[in-house]
């Protein structure tokens, strides 16, 4: 059965920027990269997809479980340059990178955010 592209709205809407908002606030940055470091994820160099948006996408992918990845990513990514430095220019990766940024990330530094931020 043939299915349509499931995509977000053209541009962000500010539910999607109070979505990214109570992410960052739930996981902030500085324990996502502590959690990165323990696990020995953290990224080396700068590149596309840094760990730690890579952690923040992983989340967000649960939220917009009926668009596609790269979608997911394109809204992520804009929340991202909204909140932290509109100024800065943020390229949208490939299927391949999206693929190989999850790949590098693995599941122990999910597992250990998890198991320090979500509780009963």
């Excluded at 160099?45 to 989340?59: C, F, G, K, T, W």
Aim: aromatic content about 6%; overall charge positive.
């Amino acid at each position: 059965m043939a299915r349509t592209l499931a995509t977000l709205p053209e541009g962000s809407r500010i539910t999607d920027y109070v979505s990214l908002g109570v992410i960052t606030k739930t996981f902030p940055l500085e324990r996502v990269r502590s959690v990165l470091a323990a696990t020995g994820k953290a990224s080396m160099r700068e590149r596309d997809l840094p760990a730690h948006v890579v952690v923040y996408y992983a989340i967000a992918l649960a939220l917009y479980m009926q668009s596609s990845y790269r979608e997911v990513l394109r809204c992520l990514l804009e929340g991202l340059q909204w909140l932290i430095d509109p100024a800065r220019a943020l390229r949208v990766a490939g299927n391949s990178g999206i693929s190989q940024a999850r790949t590098r990330l693995g599941w122990e530094p999910l597992r250990q955010l998890h198991d320090a931020v979500v509780k009963p």
